[in-house]
């Protein structure tokens, strides 16, 4: 069979990835590890082509112009809360009588039963891209798919009535939407605990050109996951509704040893908890350090970042690790259940800072709590720590979290309101005290106050240590600084 793995095209830079979804922050754009996971897992029996439309800056009709020549079979599409009318929209024009659409996001995560029921043209979600219950449904089947919502029973394409109808796919969907809506089933879950393994995925498949990665030192970059999921109950994040499972450590050595063989040796670990399996982490970063020429980023918790892990993450070749700060007030960090305060954050980042890696700490704003105050609060602890870069995410109420139960309950946010997005550029929530187009001109300007500094800049600077790192951070910098004036 011939499948197509879609990034849909966008009116703006849109990240769709790991069931979160935002438009870039700054000029940043990474390979959606949903699609790289999955092409190992489709290429193991399937022909299969990637079509990334946002890193390929694709117009609609240029994009369905190269679909149809590729003509696949099966199509599994990203989408995303951000871009949902646009996605939706979009991939209506691509179903067919013999081509079904599978989609992957955010916004199928709550109440998938309902958005395949208003969707004619969507055959079906997958909740795990991990998982290869996305080859059972290619063959055919339905009973037992425990990671998807499934139309059971796909009247569209079959059968006498289907081939008297139009010939136009929104059409004809549309006509069989009262027959498919009492045959949609989402499945159990599917195994949330334990180990995962999935076919080295095809990274020679994704675009050479059009991603960016802030803190890569090299142009070439690839991105890959050997934990999927979180242990974390945070109750704004998404991923911590997902389980945690990990990838075998030999098996993520061989992807990387597949990419090492394409001549790529930056990488973005997109782990959201590297080290939280202390024993799994000092031996991966073993085996990347006998490697020897590696370069790379990941993510860690505050009060993970001790000496023994930075350590074996330095020597591997890792250069700068991401924090998830979220906030400067001790009561905050516990009513949202982040499992640690203010001074594991300290230790955290001074640990990072000992062994010499770069550290971006991440903040929440635009809690229901924010004030005025607390924001200026959020800014004086990112100087305090040193952080050599600052992201601020805003509050969103992401799909199937507690927070997102809490903001319905309190009437912050509404159940029809399908499109958010973290990075600020659209829909997000108002606070109890600030609205929207307040809260974002506060964001904004903490961003100004961070980044301006004349004696942070020389820092910058100074720190670079490739040509090609030096033009990412001048042209990371002038994007982001666009967004935030």
């Known amino acids: 069979m011939k499948v197509l793995l879609l990034n849909p095209p966008g009116k703006r830079v849109y990240i769709r990835d790991y069931f979160c979804s935002k438009t870039t922050k700054s000029n940043y754009l990474f390979h959606p590890i949903d699609l790289v996971v999955l092409s190992g897992t489709l290429a193991s029996k399937h022909a299969i082509e990637v ?32 871009s949902w009318d646009e996605d939706r929209a979009f991939l209506a024009t691509l179903a067919r009588p013999d081509r079904r ?18 969707e004619p043209w969507l055959a079906a979600a997958l ?28 009247r569209f394409g079959d059968g006498v009535g289907a081939r008297a109808m139009s010939s136009d796919p929104a059409h004809m969907l549309a006509a069989h939407d009262s027959v498919v809506r009492d045959s949609i089933e989402r499945g159990s879950g599917g195994a949330r605990r334990g180990t995962f393994r999935v076919p080295v995925p095809r990274h020679e498949l994704f675009p050479r050109a059009g991603y960016r990665f802030s803190f890569a030192r090299s142009a070439r970059f690839a991105t890959v996951l050997t934990g999927y ?8 994040c998404v991923i911590g509704t997902l389980g945690y499972k990990t990838r075998p450590v030999e098996d993520a050595l061989l992807e990387i040893d597949h990419v090492r063989a394409l001549g790529i040796r930056e990488l973005f670990v997109v782990d959201q908890t590297f080290g939280v399996s202390r024993k799994r982490a000092l031996e991966l970063s073993a085996g990347l350090a006998e490697r020897g020429d590696l370069s790379w980023t990941a993510f860690t918790r505050p009060d993970t970042a001790d000496d ?9 070749g890792c250069h700068t690790v991401i924090l998830g700060i979220e906030s400067a007030d001790d009561a905050r960090l516990a009513l949202y259940r982040k499992g640690y305060d ?34 200026r609060a959020t800014l004086d602890f990112a100087l305090e720590l040193e952080l050599d870069f600052l992201s601020l995410n805003m509050a969103v109420p992401r ?35 600030l ?51």
């Open 342 to 375: 203010t001074a594991a954050i300290r230790a955290g980042v001074a640990c990072a800072r000992r062994h010499g890696l770069r550290t971006v700490g991440t903040f929440i704003v635009g809690l229901p709590e924010e004030t005025e105050d607390s924001l």
């Open 101 to 118: 659409v599978l989609a992957i996001g955010d916004v199928l995560q709550e109440d998938a039963e309902r958005r395949l029921a208003d």
């Open 51 to 82: 079509l990334d439309c946002i890193a390929e800056k694709l117009a609609p009709d240029a994009a369905r112009a190269r679909i149809e020549r590729f003509a696949p079979d099966a199509i599994v599409a990203l989408v995303g809360s951000v």
């Open 435 to 485: 609205d929207r187009e307040r809260m974002l001109a506060l964001k904004k300007e903490l961003v100004r106050r961070f980044y301006l500094r004349p004696g942070y800049l020389w820092k910058r600077l100074a720190s670079v240590r490739t040509a090609h790192e030096l033009g990412a951070q001048v042209r990371e910098g002038f994007a982001l600084l666009a967004r935030n004036v």
């Open 308 to 316: 023994e892990l930075l350590a074996a993450m330095k020597r591997a």
């Open 127 to 154: 909740h795990d891209f991990t998982s290869d219950d996305v080859l059972r449904w290619l063959d055919g089947e339905r009973d037992g798919l425990a990671t998807m919502t499934v139309r059971r029973s796909e």
């Open 399 to 433: 799909f199937g979290t507690p927070f997102r139960a809490e903001a319905l309950r309190t009437g912050l946010a509404r159940a029809d309101e399908l499109v958010m997005d973290q990075g600020g550029a659209d829909a997000f929530l108002p606070t109890k005290t």
């Open 229 to 236: 999921g979180c242990p974390y109950p945070c109750t704004f």
